[in-house]
Nanobody, 112 residues
Framework: QVQLVESGGGLVQPGGSLRLSCVVTGSISSIYAMSWYRQAPGKQREFVAVITRSGNTNYADSVKGRFTIARDNAKNTVYLQMNTLKPEDTAVYYC??????WGQGTQVTVSS
Protein backbone atom coordinates (compact mmCIF):
# COMPACT_ATOMS: atom_id res chain seq x y z
CA GLN A 1 0.00 0.00 0.00
CA VAL A 2 1.26 3.46 -0.90
CA GLN A 3 0.74 6.42 1.46
CA LEU A 4 1.58 10.04 0.75
CA VAL A 5 2.27 12.86 3.23
CA GLU A 6 2.62 16.45 2.03
CA SER A 7 4.34 19.30 3.86
CA GLY A 8 5.77 22.73 3.23
CA GLY A 9 2.65 24.80 2.80
CA GLY A 10 2.09 28.11 4.52
CA LEU A 11 1.45 31.81 4.13
CA VAL A 12 3.66 33.74 1.72
CA GLN A 13 3.54 37.20 0.16
CA PRO A 14 3.00 37.65 -3.57
CA GLY A 15 6.27 37.14 -5.40
CA GLY A 16 7.56 34.79 -2.73
CA SER A 17 8.55 31.14 -2.88
CA LEU A 18 7.64 27.88 -1.19
CA ARG A 19 8.79 24.30 -1.61
CA LEU A 20 6.30 21.51 -1.07
CA SER A 21 7.40 17.99 -0.24
CA CYS A 22 5.56 14.70 -0.61
CA VAL A 23 7.01 11.72 1.22
CA VAL A 24 5.89 8.35 -0.09
CA THR A 25 5.86 5.23 2.02
CA GLY A 26 6.81 2.30 -0.10
CA SER A 27 9.12 2.59 -3.03
CA ILE A 28 8.30 5.30 -5.53
CA SER A 29 10.61 3.75 -8.09
CA SER A 30 7.78 1.42 -9.09
CA ILE A 31 5.28 4.26 -9.47
CA TYR A 32 5.04 5.49 -13.04
CA ALA A 33 4.09 9.08 -12.37
CA MET A 34 3.89 11.49 -9.45
CA SER A 35 1.79 14.61 -9.70
CA TRP A 36 0.71 17.70 -7.85
CA TYR A 37 -2.85 18.97 -7.99
CA ARG A 38 -4.50 21.89 -6.24
CA GLN A 39 -7.99 22.89 -5.21
CA ALA A 40 -9.01 26.46 -4.48
CA PRO A 41 -12.14 27.27 -2.45
CA GLY A 42 -15.27 26.74 -4.52
CA LYS A 43 -13.33 25.28 -7.45
CA GLN A 44 -12.59 21.83 -8.77
CA ARG A 45 -9.29 20.13 -8.18
CA GLU A 46 -6.90 20.94 -11.03
CA PHE A 47 -3.66 19.52 -12.37
CA VAL A 48 -0.46 21.41 -11.59
CA ALA A 49 2.53 19.27 -12.56
CA VAL A 50 3.64 15.70 -13.22
CA ILE A 51 6.94 13.84 -13.30
CA THR A 52 7.28 10.36 -14.75
CA ARG A 53 9.57 7.55 -13.65
CA SER A 54 11.99 8.51 -16.40
CA GLY A 55 12.00 12.14 -15.29
CA ASN A 56 9.80 13.65 -17.95
CA THR A 57 7.79 16.59 -16.68
CA ASN A 58 4.71 18.52 -17.70
CA TYR A 59 3.04 21.58 -16.21
CA ALA A 60 -0.24 23.42 -16.29
CA ASP A 61 0.03 26.57 -18.38
CA SER A 62 -0.75 28.69 -15.34
CA VAL A 63 2.44 27.61 -13.54
CA LYS A 64 4.91 27.08 -16.39
CA GLY A 65 8.13 28.95 -15.78
CA ARG A 66 7.32 29.46 -12.10
CA PHE A 67 6.94 25.95 -10.65
CA THR A 68 9.36 23.02 -10.86
CA ILE A 69 8.59 19.41 -9.99
CA ALA A 70 11.36 17.01 -9.02
CA ARG A 71 11.68 13.56 -7.46
CA ASP A 72 14.33 11.93 -5.29
CA ASN A 73 13.88 8.18 -5.43
CA ALA A 74 16.50 7.61 -2.72
CA LYS A 75 14.42 9.72 -0.31
CA ASN A 76 11.03 8.56 -1.62
CA THR A 77 10.14 12.22 -2.00
CA VAL A 78 8.62 14.42 -4.67
CA TYR A 79 9.03 18.19 -4.52
CA LEU A 80 7.23 21.16 -5.96
CA GLN A 81 9.32 24.33 -5.98
CA MET A 82 7.00 27.30 -6.37
CA ASN A 83 8.47 30.69 -7.26
CA THR A 84 6.93 34.06 -8.07
CA LEU A 85 3.77 33.06 -6.28
CA LYS A 86 0.53 34.87 -7.04
CA PRO A 87 -2.68 35.23 -5.00
CA GLU A 88 -4.41 32.95 -7.50
CA ASP A 89 -2.03 30.16 -6.50
CA THR A 90 -3.82 30.00 -3.15
CA ALA A 91 -5.20 26.49 -2.73
CA VAL A 92 -4.82 23.18 -0.98
CA TYR A 93 -2.09 21.29 -2.80
CA TYR A 94 -2.33 17.52 -3.11
CA CYS A 95 0.27 14.95 -4.05
CA UNK A 96 -0.79 12.07 -6.28
CA UNK A 97 0.89 8.78 -7.15
CA UNK A 98 -0.39 6.90 -10.14
CA UNK A 99 -2.89 5.52 -10.50
CA UNK A 100 -4.97 6.87 -7.63
CA UNK A 101 -3.08 7.41 -4.38
CA TRP A 102 -3.58 10.82 -2.73
CA GLY A 103 -2.10 12.70 0.20
CA GLN A 104 -4.11 14.71 2.70
CA GLY A 105 -3.12 18.07 1.22
CA THR A 106 -1.20 21.11 2.41
CA GLN A 107 -2.54 24.66 2.41
CA VAL A 108 -0.76 27.36 0.42
CA THR A 109 -1.93 30.94 0.92
CA VAL A 110 -0.48 33.80 -1.09
CA SER A 111 -1.48 37.13 0.39
CA SER A 112 -0.03 40.44 1.49
Amino acid sequence: QVQLVESGGGLVQPGGSLRLSCVVTGSISSIYAMSWYRQAPGKQREFVAVITRSGNTNYADSVKGRFTIARDNAKNTVYLQMNTLKPEDTAVYYCNASPAYWGQGTQVTVSS
